[in-house]
């Protein structure tokens, strides 16, 4: 590179005229004679600066160089700003998936009370409403114990009949037992709570299912941006929420009912919905909002390219109204397990991916369409959601990855899950569990 020469060039002029700033200084304050023999040493140092002028001058800067160096600074910078941003991105997935220290103290705190001390029985005394038809019967999957009783507190508190409502919670045997002991301490107008081992459900009646631990709702992240928004930072996120795994053991683990109502431990009810358990669904299995936003054909990739009407919409999970008789009859939890051998899942993270294909496919021509009106979805990511909106719906569901109990929630949202919020918790106070 040419950038040392020039560099010499200019040091070099410099130094010379500062040589003969002094030098003039100098110059001024000498004898007649003595000035006569440094004149005539000027006319060399003056023909020597001319020289180096003329040198620094016939030297050309490479644009070519510079150029280069430039794009070297803005890869450096632009590896760095991507190293940042998936550093980010992890910690973020890490905030979102990790269990806080205060939410583990307090399941270890209820799970050691509930073997240190002799819990009220709450199923003993209304075992006959578990398997009684003349009951409205909810079912949630949870892991989270606060989750779960924001849930059934706001189910129960909006109901115009409680003493109808019967929840059936599945979880698993690392939350079995701090659930048990919650709920023995808590009563929510006096409905029965009917806490399940899926862990233990599974090892006596479904080990040949093939299924691992105890699967969740599957949210799957659905981006997209139309002609108007071509640029990646305008993007539409949504999270489209389907039944995990598990949700195809229903028929099977509730023998006797004929039909139930499902929801997802992320919804607040704020209206009464028990209509749904007398709902025609003119034959259908699922009763579900439809998300549009998403039609089957987009997703051939993962559905492949026959067995369905391209332009049919995906639906979402959260609040869903289950006829069990004709899921027993279509045998819907056969063909999941046909689609489930088809897509030969090879790890974990390809399991929890399968969720997505095989219950489009699986239910499939099945789907009775909800009101859109009577659910919320969106809470857990997007914040362009009205608040007369909020407050009007009958439910809302925090599907993404802002969930309300979460210090990550989106504020304006997180008053609507604390307001049902259990109170005067000695163990979430010892605990510091403060949501």
């Known amino acids: ?12 002029v410099c130094w010379k005229f500062y040589e003969h700033l002094h030098f003039i200084s100098f110059f ?5 004679v003595i000035k006569v023999f440094f004149l005539l040493s000027v006319g060399k ?13 016939s030297c050309r800067v490479d644009c070519n160089n510079v150029d280069r160096k430039l794009r070297q600074i803005l890869d450096l910078t632009e590896d760095e700003a991507h190293f940042h941003m998936k550093q980010s991105a992890f910690l973020y997935q890490l905030g979102v998936q990790t269990m806080s220290k205060t939410f583990h103290c307090l399941l270890m705190r209820l799970t050691v009370e509930f073997f240190k001390s002799p819990s009220v029985n709450m199923q003993h005394s209304s075992a006959y409403k578990i398997d009684n038809s003349n009951y409205v019967h ?9 989750a779960l009783s924001v849930t059934i507190n706001s189910t129960t508190i909006n109901s115009e009949e409680p003493n109808s409502m019967v929840f059936h919670v599945l979880t698993d045997k690392q939350n079995f037992y701090s659930m048990k002991h919650w709920f023995a301490r808590h009563s929510y107008r006096e409905v029965t709570i009917h806490i399940l081992n899926f862990d233990e459900l599974k090892s006596n ?7 691992g631990e105890l699967s ?13 928004q071509p640029s990646p930072l305008q993007m539409n996120t949504k999270y489209l929420s389907v039944f995990g795994h598990s949700h195809f053991l229903l028929p099977d683990v509730f023998k006797n009912l004929k039909k139930v ?8 009810v704020q209206k009464d919905i028990s209509f749904l358990w007398n709902l025609n669904m003119g034959g259908k299995v699922i009763a579900a909002t439809e998300f549009c936003e998403v039609k089957l054909g987009q997703l051939r990739s993962y559905l492949g390219a026959t067995g369905y009407d391209n332009n049919s919409c995906a639906w979402m999970s959260g609040i869903n109204k289950i006829d069990l008789e004709k899921w027993r009859e279509l045998d819907i939890t056969g063909v999941y397990q046909s689609l489930v051998r088809k897509l030969k899942q090879k790890n974990d993270a390809q399991w929890r ?4 294909p095989v219950n489009l496919l699986a239910f499939h021509g099945h789907i009775y369409t909800l009101d859109n009106t009577l659910i919320q979805q969106g809470l857990g990511h997007d914040y362009g959601v009205s608040e007369e909106t909020v407050q009007n719906v009958a439910a809302l569901h925090y599907n993404g990855n802002m969930k309300p109990w979460l210090d990550l929630a989106i504020p304006k949202y997180k008053k609507y899950w604390k307001s049902y919020l259990t109170r005067d918790e000695r163990y979430m106070e010892e605990c510091n569990v403060n949501p």
């Open 216 to 228: 969740m709702p599957e949210e799957f992240r659905i981006s997209s941006h139309t002609t108007t």
């Open 261 to 268: 109502i499902l929801l997802d431990d992320d919804v607040v």
């Open 28 to 32: 001024c304050h000498l004898k007649p």
């Open 205 to 211: 009646h479904f080990s040949n299912m093939g299924l």
């Open 45 to 57: 140092k003056i023909k020597n600066m001319d020289n180096v002028i003329a040198k620094s001058k």
């Open 353 to 356: 991916a399968a969720a997505l």
């Open 1 to 12: 590179m040419k950038w040392r020469p020039v560099q010499q060039v200019c040091l070099s």
């Open 138 to 146: 909810y079912v949630i999957f949870s892991r989270n114990v606060l």
